[in-house]
């Protein structure tokens, strides 16, 4: 079983909120979404694709990892739907980062885009899940050093998201949770502003609760001008 906790916020510079996000102990289920498309598409491609998911999945007769990349699947297919029927919504799209604790503290991740999944392992912060994006499939493949990279025009640039590819691409990993570790789940709202040191050290603080350590997270990213919605959720072994 799993202890959880998630937060969301708006940020310093945007008025509404495209991100989402599900804590539903019941299936062992936390999920992640960014929206992209505009106010109104943004929001509902990352609303649309948390429930659809948790849908699919309240109705598996499975909850395994297979189970969930197929819930991954279907989530993409409602996407793309909708946003066909609806001029409104066209070019609408969202990350996802889903977990499944498909047995006692062992944990299928499915990712989408460029929302991540963190471990912290005996203090140590590492990412788990790698992005979809230019950077990271393309720019690191043609050999550009970090500082290129950090400043390229494309860095921003996504090469999958949920609703924008029939043909949609899900990366899998999994992960078993010991005592005392962190899975972090978050929105490039914090892992693009606040520095990977930055985030181990609030996740180390002692005797801090798993709400304290979102309020604190959030609190740094807000620090730092926080121009994009900032969502983190924390999941830990009870």
Known sequence: MLEAYGISDPGKVRADN??????????????????????????????????????????????????LLHAVEEANDRVLNEASQN??????????????????????????????????????????TEDQTWIQDVGKQLGLDAATLRSHPMRHVLTMAVGVSRNIRIRYYAVTLKPRDL????????????????????LNTPKATLADMCRHLVTAANYAGAPDNVTVLLLRPV
Request: aromatic share 2%.
């Open 87 to 128: 001029p409104n919504l066209e070019g609408m799209g969202t990350t996802l980062v889903a977990a499944l604790e498909t047995s006692d503290h062992d944990v299928a991740i499915a990712s989408v885009g460029d929302s991540r999944a963190y471990l912290l392992d005996n203090g140590a912060l590492r990412a788990i």
């Open 18 to 67: 495209q991100d989402a996000f599900r804590i539903i102990p019941e299936l062992g289920l936390y999920l992640l979404a960014d929206g992209m498309g505009g106010a109104r598409g943004g929001e509902r491609a990352s609303q649309l694709t948390v429930e659809c998911v948790a849908t699919n999945l309240r109705e598996s007769s499975t909850r395994d990892a297979a189970a």
């Open 183 to 202: 899975l972090l789940l978050s929105s490039d709202g914090l892992h693009g502003i606040v520095d990977d040191s930055r985030i181990e050290a609030i």
